[in-house]
């Protein structure tokens, strides 16, 4: 798994909850720009279904991103305020049907659970995502045509810079 993989499933894991067309996507869409609008780590599973699953972790500290792959951690510049711009730029072509499932616990937090159909051509997806009672994302999963199961686990709290990063 390359490192522009690697960051383009970490941005796809936070586009995946960015909805803004219906009424149903409010709570999803203020989520999603919660989330991305302070430092966060998220570890990321592919599963293609193929393969062993590969996994890959993102660390965003506000001025940088740091994605690991393959146990090597490499840096990009993007800072929050770029995140936000391209969560918003990209949603401005998404057809979406956000739809609230239910509750459910993770790992002992209450999450509200939400079911995120993108029916944008070019990329249509089907989602899920956990919104803790703060309104932040815990958790995305998003089935991606061509790619398979995209799995991840946001933290708030243990943001820091890897060490070794290049």
Avoid at 37 to 63: E, F
Avoid at 92 to 105: I, P
Avoid at 124 to 136: F, T
Wanted: with cysteine; charged share 20%.
């Amino acid at each position: 798994m390359t490192f522009r993989f690697a960051l383009l499933a970490a941005i796809a894991a936070l586009f995946a909850s960015h909805a803004f067309a219906a009424d149903n996507c409010a709570e999803v869409r203020a989520a999603t720009l919660a989330g991305v609008s302070r430092p966060y780590a998220a570890s990321i599973k592919v599963d293609s279904g193929n393969d062993l699953p590969l996994t890959s972790h993102v660390v965003m500290t506000g001025d940088k991103m740091y994605v690991e792959t393959r146990r090597v951690w490499n840096s990009t510049p993007m800072t929050t305020k770029e995140l936000i711009d391209k969560v918003n730029k990209t949603s401005l072509k998404d057809v979406l049907v956000c739809q609230r499932t239910g509750e459910e616990s993770l790992d002992g937090v209450s999450t509200t659970l939400f079911v995120v159909d993108d029916q944008t051509p070019s990329h249509a997806s089907h989602s899920r995502i956990w919104i803790a009672a703060n309104g932040l994302p815990l958790k995305t999963e998003v089935h991606l045509r061509g790619v398979g199961v995209v799995t991840s686990l946001f933290d708030y709290v243990h943001v820091e810079v890897p060490a070794g990063a290049r």
